[in-house]
T-cell receptor, first 114, second 112 residues
Framework: GDSVTQMEGPVTLSEEAFLTINCTYT??????LFWYVQYPGEGLQLLLK?????DKGSNKGFEATYRKETTSFHLEKGSVQVSDSAVYFC?????????????FGKGTRLHILP | DTAVSQTPKYLVTQMGNDKSIKCEQN?????MYWYKQDSKKFLKIMFS???????INETVPNRFSPKSPDKAHLNLHINSLELGDSAVYFC???????????FGEGSWLTVV
């Protein structure tokens, strides 16, 4: 079935370190891919998205490229900040099926140390 | 204006009670969802409605009953609450065939 697999956390980094959170997917059809972020005690926010192969989504210094050949959508940031500490969810949405839904990975908790 | 709004944000209630969480979206979307986030942060879809019609009903106890009075609203009613129902419940919406889903801020339910 359709699924999303992302690296298990928690991931702990020092401020200004380089971040990669791996995400791979399995899907029938051509999904759109997303990264959502959940800050402590808050709801889900869309961080970035990509809707077709080779698209790059970017926001707040984060980037992810839709790689169809490796079925991956890894999240990267060149220099993390303490304020980036949150749980990050990779997700896919299948199109154009009527019963479209978004499928989430299990989330990766990120801790950034000052 | 909040695109997807849900109330209440926090709810503490006793086992056996019946409670509802309301959700409204002002985006003109056709599809609305309820997701449950457990204590391990795992997000799982519960229900999906398209134009007031139930589309997805994952394996959810019958105590959970969604109600969609119109396509802008999807409420979640829970009967006979159990301790295991404690979770964060997220409402969301999207356009059919669209490529983005928008989430509400979540409702933190604690059953004691």
């Amino acid at each position: 079935g359709d699924s999303v697999t992302q690296m298990e956390g928690p991931v702990t980094l020092s401020e200004e370190a380089f971040l990669t959170i791996n995400c791979t997917y399995t899907a029938t059809g051509y999904p759109s891919l997303f990264w959502y972020v959940q800050y402590p005690g808050e709801g889900l926010q869309l961080l970035l998205k990509a809707t077709k192969a080779d698209d790059k989504g970017s926001n707040k210094g984060f980037e992810a490229t839709y790689r169809k050949e490796t079925t991956s959508f890894h999240l990267e940031k060149g220099s993390v900040q303490v304020s980036d500490s949150a749980v990050y969810f990779c997700a896919l949405k299948l199109l154009p099926y009527r019963d479209d839904k978004i499928i989430f990975g299990k989330g990766t908790r990120l801790h950034i140390l000052p | 204006d909040t695109a997807v709004s849900q109330t209440p944000k926090y709810l503490v209630t006793q086992m056996g009670n019946d409670k509802s969480i309301k959700c409204e979206q002002n985006l003109g979307h056709d599809t609305m969802y309820w997701y449950k986030q457990d204590s391990k942060k795992f997000l799982k879809i519960m229900f999906s409605y398209n134009n007031k019609e139930l589309i997805i009903n994952e394996t959810v106890p019958n105590r959970f009953s969604p109600k969609s009075p119109d396509k802008a609203h999807l409420n979640l009613h829970i009967n006979s609450l159990e301790l295991g129902d404690s979770a964060v419940y997220f409402c969301a919406s999207s356009q059919v065939g669209g490529n983005t889903i928008y989430f509400g801020e979540g409702s933190w339910l604690t059953v004691v």
